[in-house]
């Protein structure tokens, strides 16, 4: 993480909400699950706003719970040969407005990753420890919840491997990712471990561009793209769920593939 005060994700979470509307959110997860079908379900009348959140939130529980349970290790998510590669590979952010220029510009001689929680060392990373582990390579298809798609090439470490290096906790729950554009997620432990879960270096066969997480992002090809975050600068692992910024708009926690 670069060395300057870095925003509490808690607070990031809690600014997050404060700037969706109930109207916003409502709209979105009534788009997830009709309101009419949820009460059915629940056999009980839904009269006000924060009665239906709080149903549709419970839903969203479920979901996350079930995918958790589905939700097989072992299985791969497919890799495509090089001819398949998205050139140019699209941009996309959380803020606005949606452009490479407002990618942070991170400087590799300050830059460190702060690992922290349930881990036997740590010790901050830099560059060249991670480039030190062993590296591979995938070619595999990042999904959007915007409705596109695009395969890209990624280069780095398996996050098993250094969940391993780490002497983390294995059988903690989750694990925080915090970023140096102030976006948060997490992830399941099990998704951690899964060997294609990867933090990524390289791209295309270079180095990992700016606008696309410089120094350092997460390849998770089984979820959904808004849980492979960019510029990550910390990591925690630990037994608190902590969610994610678009969670806490209303998306869906596991989002798996």
Same mark, same amino acid.
């Given at each position: 993480? *670069? ?8 607070? *990031? ?11 916003? %959110? ?16 629940? #056999? ?5 706003? *924060? ?13 996350? %719970?079930?995918?958790?349970?589905? &939700? ?14 998205? +050139? ?6 959380? =803020? ?16 460190a990753?702060?690992?922290?929680? +349930?881990?036997? %060392? ?18 595999? +298809? ?9 395969i #890209? ?16 906790d ?16 997490? *992830? ?14 390289? &791209? ?12 350092? !992002?997460? +390849?998770?090809?089984?979820k959904?793209? &808004?849980?492979?975050? !960019? ?6 692992? #630990?037994?608190? =769920?902590?969610? #994610? ?11 798996g593939?």
């Open positions: 993480m *670069i060395k300057t005060p870095h925003p509490d994700s808690g607070a *990031i979470l809690r600014e997050a909400a404060r700037r969706v509307s109930p109207w916003s %959110r409502r709209l979105f997860l009534r788009n997830a699950l009709g309101l009419g079908t949820l009460t059915a379900l629940a #056999g009980c009348d839904v009269v006000d706003g *924060i009665s239906a959140e709080g149903m549709l939130a419970q839903v969203s529980d479920f979901n996350d %719970r079930v995918q958790a349970w589905l &939700f097989n290790p072992n299985r791969l998510a497919r890799e495509y040969p090089e001819s398949m590669i998205t +050139r140019p590979f699209p941009f996309n952010s959380f =803020y606005v407005p949606n452009t490479p220029e407002k990618a942070p510009t991170i400087d590799p001689a300050r830059w990753l702060n690992v922290t929680g +349930r881990v036997e %060392r740590q010790d901050d990373w830099r560059l060249a420890d991670l480039a030190r582990l062993p590296q591979v390579t995938q070619i595999t +298809r990042h999904i959007c919840i915007e409705g596109w798609s695009a #890209g090439k990624f280069t780095g470490v398996r996050f098993s491997v250094f969940l391993q290096a780490v002497g983390a294995l059988s903690a729950r989750y694990v925080t990712f915090r970023c140096d554009d102030n976006y948060v997620t997490s *992830i399941d432990m099990a998704t951690a471990l899964h060997p294609q879960t990867q933090l990524t270096l390289g &791209f295309d066969g270079g180095a990992l561009p700016r606008e696309h997480g410089f120094p350092l !992002k997460l +390849r998770v090809p089984t959904l793209g &808004f849980k492979n975050p !960019k510029h990550i600068g910390e990591i925690a692992v #630990g037994d608190d =769920y902590t969610g #994610g910024y678009w969670e806490t708009y209303g998306y869906n926690w596991f989002s593939l």
